[in-house]
């Protein structure tokens, strides 16, 4: 199994939609993130938690919500789905003590709102 | 100007090849991440550098942090690896991408 488990790996649906993208994890690390990225440009932070009492807005969080259910389980949802929330989603983790790798990432949603 | 800028935005090589990717940045940071982007989308942290050099298998990450430069070396490169190869800066709570560098190795 993944490390970092992303459910569904692919999804259309339309807009004004409520839509949840699940993450769940098996490498023990307290931080979890949400980003997006847009074709031909770099990840961007929607949301990021320290630990499931400490959940964080990123830099484009508008439209967004998150829940920390556990610490393995890190979910991402979108109110009202809009098209231009069309894009591929990464959920990814991190150790607060490092590791050689540092991140590691789910296998990442791709979203499309019609 | 950009906080973190890579160099070549794209490459392309013929297999064997010694492939090198450098990254610049302007700000301080904790740590500085390599990571490949595979052409389905999938993203692999390589390194996680906060001084000297590391090394997995053909791959060599090194950082200057007076200078503010890192590199990634890929050696006898392999069309396999083509992909797109980010630098990032790390801070307390998010990463800060470059622009990426598409590199592509011919057999």
């Known amino acids: 199994d993944a490390d970092v488990t992303q459910t569904p790996r692919n999804r259309i649906t339309k807009t004004g939609k409520r839509i949840m993208l699940e993450c769940s994890q098996t490498k023990g690390h307290d931080r979890m993130y949400w980003y997006r990225q847009d074709p031909g440009l770099g990840l961007r932070l929607i949301y990021y938690?320290?630990?499931?009492?400490?959940?964080n807005k990123g830099e484009i969080s508008d439209g967004y919500s998150v829940s920390r259910q556990a610490q393995a389980k890190f979910s991402l949802s979108l109110e009202s789905a809009i098209p231009n929330q069309t894009a591929l989603y990464f959920c990814?983790?991190?150790?607060?003590?490092?590791?050689?790798?540092?991140?590691?990432f789910g296998s990442g949603t791709r979203l499309t709102v019609v | 100007k950009n906080e973190v800028e890579q160099s070549p935005q794209n490459l392309t090589a013929q297999e064997g090849e010694f492939i090198t990717i450098n990254c610049s940045y302007s700000?301080?940071?904790?740590?500085l991440h390599w990571l490949q982007q595979h052409p389905g989308g999938g993203i692999v942290s390589l390194f996680m550098l906060s001084s000297g050099k590391k090394k997995h298998g053909r791959l060599i990450a090194t950082i200057n942090i007076q200078e503010k430069h890192s590199s990634l070396h890929i050696t006898a490169s392999h069309p396999r690896d083509s992909a797109v190869y980010i630098c990032a800066l790390g801070s307390n709570y998010q990463l800060i991408w470059g622009a990426g560098t598409k590199l592509i190795i011919k057999p």
């Open positions: 938690s320290f630990d499931v009492k400490d959940i």
């Open positions: 700000v301080g940071i904790s740590a």
């Open positions: 990814a983790t991190s150790d607060e003590s490092g590791t050689d790798y540092g991140y590691t």
